[in-house]
T-cell receptor, first 109, second 113 residues
Framework: GQNIDQPTEMTATEGAIVQINCTYQTSGFNGLFWYQQHAGEAPTFLSY??LDGLEEKGRFSSFLSRSKGYSYLLLKELQMKDSASYLC??????????WGAGTKLIIKP | IAGITQAPTSQILAAGRRMTLRCTQD?????MYWYRQDLGLGLRLIHYSNTAGTTGKGEVPDGYSVSRANTDDFPLTLASAVPSQTSVYFC????????????FGAGSRLTVL
């Protein structure tokens, strides 16, 4: 079967670093996406990993280990505007995204 | 501004009524998708279209139908709405049918009473 597991909610402090983990099982694999979704808004693209390793993009980085079925999203220098849900979405053999329920990140001053 | 337009933004309707959610994109993307998002669950794919003139069923297609008469429009129809179809519906598009970045519309919040 296909399964995505990520924490339901996390809390962090403004200016700090937070790591959001995602483990997955899919029928085939063609890369993994991370999306950000602010409350009441549409998801927006953050990152895509298809090879093992770390992809860095400004304050955000995403890591993938295909052999472990594991990814994480690392957010540095947290800002209040980073309060949002973060959606992990691996792709299956048909390139369809399989969506996790998302991790709600709460940033405190 | 390039992107996806969904209508209506929000709608309340009685069970048994027919409802069409509209989705239009101006990016000339080949692939389009309809998802529903419910609290505590991930986005679930209802129907998709890899190119104009073709459609396919996603994870939760029952009770929904779609058409793709042209590249830009991808309406979603609920033939006879039921309360379990209360949800937020997102239309999305991508440049191709592979592992491409999805662009989402703002969503349509539907309540079926």
């Amino acid at each position: 079967g296909q399964n995505i597991d990520q924490p339901t909610e996390m809390t962090a402090t403004e200016g700090a670093i937070v790591q959001i983990n995602c483990t997955y099982q899919t029928s085939g694999f063609n890369g993994l996406f991370w999306y950000q979704q602010h409350a009441g808004e549409a998801p927006t693209f953050l990152s895509y990993n298809v090879l093992d390793g770390l992809e860095e993009k400004g304050r955000f980085s995403s890591f993938l280990s295909r052999s472990k079925g594991y990814s994480y999203l690392l957010l540095k220098e947290l800002q209040m505007k980073d309060s949002a849900s973060y959606l992990c979405a691996p792709t299956d053999s048909n390139y369809q995204l399989i969506w996790g329920a998302g991790t709600k990140l709460i940033i405190k001053p | 501004i390039a992107g996806i337009t969904q209508a209506p933004t929000s709608q309340i309707l009685a069970a048994g009524r027919r409802m069409t959610l509209r989705c239009t994109q101006d990016m000339r993307h080949n692939a389009m998708y309809w998802y529903r998002q419910d609290l505590g669950l991930g986005l679930r794919l209802i129907h998709y279209s890899n190119t104009a003139g073709t459609t396919g069923k996603g994870e939760v297609p029952d009770g929904y139908s779609v058409s793709r008469a042209n590249t830009d429009d991808f309406p979603l129809t609920l033939a006879s709405a039921v309360p379990s179809q209360t949800s937020v519906y997102f239309c999305a598009s991508s440049d191709g049918a592979g592992a491409n970045v999805l662009t989402f519309g703002a969503g349509s919040r539907l309540t079926v009473l």
